[in-house]
């Protein structure tokens, strides 16, 4: 079993509707998780981390970590084309992350 | 500063050469990573440095490659007698904390 278990998809949505990606782990040891958007021949991006359980927004996006049932999401709201990318949960409670093998999404127009 | 630049974005090389890729972190970020990443995975921790000193090294890290950060500025890594299952982009990142990281374009390498 993979420490970090991530959906591959693809997905994929009409623009405006709500997204939700998902990843599950087994190391209860993590503290720190974050989601990263990885656009086709690039490297990852930082999205948004948070710290122990718990929901965090930032504009459309809602990061949401749930320690109990070792499950961590992210939402999307009004999702754009623009938001066309793989999305990569990560995890950490030191200094070498752990990244879940990504999602693949696609918004249509 | 225009963030972590990598060098070169592409490598081919034939099994069994030896190559090396670099990295030019952010000036102001004294840690420094590197990861793999393979097609339909997500980046794999390979090492970290906390400016010159090499902190952690991975198990996938084997004897063949070695890492280096002279002065805690820029990065090489180098892959000796490559292998066909070398062949991935390998990403470089830098942060000033744990979790900031800015991650480069990669370089991906190809054996054949």
């Known amino acids: 079993q993979k420490e970090v278990e991530q959906d591959p998809g693809p997905l994929s949505v009409p623009e405006g509707a709500i997204v939700s990606l998902n990843c599950t782990y087994s190391?209860?040891?993590?503290?720190?998780f974050m989601w990263y958007r990885q656009y086709s021949r690039k490297g990852p991006e930082l999205l948004m981390y948070?710290?122990?359980?718990g929901n965090k927004e930032d504009g459309r996006f809602t990061a949401q970590v749930d320690k109990s049932s070792k499950y961590i999401s992210l939402f999307i709201r009004d999702s754009q084309p623009s938001d066309s990318a793989t999305y990569l949960c990560?995890?950490?409670?030191?200094?070498?992350?752990?990244f879940g093998a990504g999602t693949r999404l696609t918004v249509k127009p | 500063d225009t963030g972590v630049s990598q060098d070169p974005r592409h490598k081919i090389t034939k099994r069994g050469q030896n190559v090396t890729f670099r990295c030019d972190p952010i000036?102001?970020?004294?840690?420094l990573y590197w990861y793999r990443q393979t097609l339909g995975q997500g980046p794999e921790f390979l090492t970290y440095?906390?400016?010159?000193?090499?902190?952690?090294k991975s198990r996938l890290l084997s004897d063949r490659f070695s890492a280096e950060r002279p002065k805690g500025s820029f990065s090489t890594l180098e892959i000796q007698r490559t292998e066909q299952g070398d062949s991935a982009m390998y990403l470089c990142?830098?942060?000033?904390?744990?979790?900031?990281?800015?991650f480069g374009s990669g370089t991906r390498l190809t054996v054949v």
């Open positions: 990142a830098s942060s000033l904390d744990r979790l900031g990281y800015t």
């Open positions: 948070t710290y122990s359980s």
């Open positions: 000036s102001e970020h004294n840690r």
């Open positions: 990560a995890m950490t409670n030191n200094n070498d992350m752990r």
């Open positions: 190391n209860s040891a993590f503290q720190y």
């Open positions: 440095f906390q400016n010159e000193a090499q902190l952690e």
